[in-house]
């Protein structure tokens, strides 16, 4: 039976420079990974690819970043709209809210209330209770409720 000797992976110039050039494209480190398998020294597990390149994975994501960051900043300064509401929504934490229309009020609404419409609904006919009148308790009830 073979045995198998654990050999630490030495680090590639080749890989690093793939790496760059993959994240720079914008390409998911699965990817990346399956992609390289046919250079020298490349590393076959995500685990391993983090291990040794895992700061060179984040510096290019950091740079990639802030590229785009800046191309977005400067549209937005620019008076680019869309640019501007992206910026506001990921930095400032403005969110666009619903807006509310409100309709003018025409002259059918302005003389019926909700409980005339309702009267009308049931079909009742004209002011059986008028906003003069006051509905409270009978004298008795109300004697005893404040005593």
């Known amino acids: 039976m073979a045995k198998v000797i654990n050999e630490k ?3 590639s110039k ?3 420079t793939h790496i760059k050039k993959c994240i720079a494209g914008g390409v ?3 990817d990346i990974l399956l992609s390289m398998q046919g250079l020298q020294h490349a590393p076959g597990a995500v685990s391993t690819l983090y291990k040794l390149y895992g700061d060179v994975i984040h ?3 950091v740079d990639l970043n802030a590229r785009v960051g800046k191309k977005v900043i400067d549209q937005a300064l620019e008076g680019d709209f869309k640019s ?3 910026f506001l929504r990921s930095k400032a934490g403005w969110s666009p809210k619903e807006t509310v229309e409100t309709a003018e009020a025409t002259d059918d609404d302005l003389g019926s209330s909700a409980l005339d419409e309702l009267m009308g609904m049931l079909g009742i006919q004209g002011d059986v209770i008028s906003p003069e009148d006051s509905v409270g308790l009978p004298e008795d ?3 005893e409720e404040t005593k």
């Open 9 to 11: 992976l030495p680090y």
């Open 14 to 16: 080749a890989v690093e």
């Open 28 to 30: 998911p480190i699965k």
């Open 59 to 61: 510096s290019a994501r």
């Open 84 to 86: 501007q509401e992206l």
């Open 141 to 143: 009830q109300e004697n």
